[in-house]
């Protein structure tokens, strides 16, 4: 397979792998928490999320700069989310925080297969 066509399915795989990772979390969130609850889950989904779909867009490619890709795009995903409807003023900062957490844990993560970096 040609490495821009693997690169590019590693990274739609990556970003979808994240968004069910982290609707699967807001859906638990709302059978179990309420209020402040929901924005912490919110906050905790995108860092698992951002480690499951950089460490699966890093796997697939071979590629571990990806996980970096794979984070940008949610969060640009998530300031989309952020500017629809009124957030709490801690969620952004300690949303992106947890972003960046979970894509160094990727990164680290996936040292063991990346032939590249």
Excluded: D, Y
């Excluded at 066509?5 to 968004?19: D, K, M, N, Q």
């Excluded at 609850?37 to 867009?57: N, R």
């Amino acid at each position: 397979m040609k490495s821009w066509l693997r690169i590019t399915l590693a990274l739609i795989a990556g970003v979808f792998a994240s968004g069910l990772v982290i609707a699967g979390v807001e859906m638990l969130a709302h059978t179990v928490v309420e209020g402040t609850g929901l924005f912490v889950a919110a906050s905790i989904g995108l860092g698992v999320g951002a480690i499951v779909g950089g460490t699966a867009s890093s796997f697939i490619a071979k590629n571990r700069n990806l996980v970096w890709v794979v984070g940008g795009a949610l969060g640009a995903l998530s300031l989309i989310n952020v500017f629809s409807f009124e957030h709490p003023v801690w969620f952004v900062p300690v949303a992106f925080l947890l972003l960046g957490l979970g894509c160094f844990v990727a990164f680290s993560l996936s040292k063991k297969w990346s032939t590249q970096a």
